[in-house]
């Protein structure tokens, strides 16, 4: 106990004059200078750290002081208010200025969800009426699930279908993550390799998620639309969840026949659209950018796209589920990779 007390002495001892030097100083400095000086260093202190953290914690330290020079004005909540020179200092807090990224004409690139590297022109001309005809009884039960789970969606939004592929898209997004997910803990866990597919499953759920920042565009959703997709998103992710778990091939398969019953409900849009029940407005610019439409493409364009990328991630789908039924994985099996 006592050699404990008597090295913590020494060291103290030791750290005493490089800690506390640089606040005796200011001090010294303030009583010498009277009121003022005082009134200075009650300044000083509130905004900036105590020398002593400073030499402790250099790096943290000194951004954190840096931090009020760019903090902007003051609101009248008196909260602060950020300025564009805060921004700029945020956003290089690591001494790493973004890159300043430009269209082809020149313009700068006005989305921070996706880049212009990651935009792509969708295949139109991709098959939309494969199906997989069920042959097995899981194949029979993921078929008729999903012809199950239509009926309460056709009641709901009947034929509001900006809505509906709101709904839609929100659901979509779901089984590539989780597929992706769990392919790439099993990686961790086995130490191998997945053959692509983690990147191939968690582009198709960010595609579908770039379908949904869409569709935001062109129907807003009430409030009540956004409580069931919150319910319909729990329930579905867990139940897909524990599919995959237990048999990915049947997970496979039903995501596969949702991206039918998708490709339906876009043509059904699209016939709306051409019809002129529903007004073929303008493509949202976050469209055009995402997938490299004209400027002048209109809603139509849109949906055509959309659905064309449904079809692809039908074929994904359910080739990924044959593969698990000739006894394969997927990491025996290239990854269809390069559509996004």
């Not at 202190?45 to 020398?51: G, I, K």
């Amino acid at each position: 106990m006592m050699r404990s007390r008597m090295a913590g002495s020494t060291l103290l001892r030791h750290l005493e004059p490089r800690l506390f030097s640089g606040a005796s100083a200011v001090r010294g400095s303030a009583a010498a200078g009277g009121p003022a000086c005082s009134s200075l260093l009650s300044r000083a202190t509130a905004s900036e750290p105590a020398p002593a953290l400073v030499r402790l914690f250099p790096v943290r330290m000194a951004s954190t002081a840096a931090t009020p020079a760019v903090g902007g004005e003051r609101g009248q909540g008196g909260e602060a208010k950020p300025s564009a020179a805060g921004k700029e200092a945020t956003a290089s807090y690591w001494g790493v200025p973004p890159s300043k990224i430009t269209k082809e004409d020149g313009t700068p690139w006005r989305w921070s969800c996706f880049m212009p590297w990651e935009t792509y022109k969708a295949d139109v001309s991709i098959d939309l009426k494969k199906h997989h005809v069920p042959a097995t009884l899981l194949d029979k039960i993921a078929y008729w699930l999903v012809k199950a789970l239509r009926v309460p969606t056709d009641i709901f939004f009947q034929r509001r279908y900006g809505c509906r592929a709101m709904m839609l898209e929100t659901v979509a997004a779901v089984p590539g993550m989780v597929g992706g997910m769990l392919l790439h803990l099993r990686s961790l866990r086995r130490f191998e390799q997945s053959g692509g597919w983690i990147r191939a499953l968690l582009e198709e759920a960010e595609n579908e998620r770039m379908h949904l920042m869409t569709f935001m565009e062109v129907a807003q959703p009430r409030w009540y639309e956004r409580a069931i997709v919150l319910a319909v998103q729990g329930v579905f992710f867990n139940a897909y969840f524990l599919g995959y778990l237990v048999s990915p091939k049947f997970a496979h398969r039903v995501t596969g026949y949702l991206e039918e019953e998708a490709i339906h409900s876009y043509t059904e849009y699209l016939r709306d659209l051409e019809a002129g029940k529903i007004d073929n407005i303008p493509a949202p610019s976050i469209a055009i950018d995402y997938w490299r439409l004209p400027a002048d493409a209109t809603l139509k364009d849109v949906v055509v796209v959309v659905r064309a990328d449904e079809a692809h991630h039908r074929d994904v789908n359910h080739f990924a589920s044959d593969v698990h039924y000739q006894g394969l994985e997927l990491k025996d099996t290239p990854a269809p990779l390069g559509y996004h």
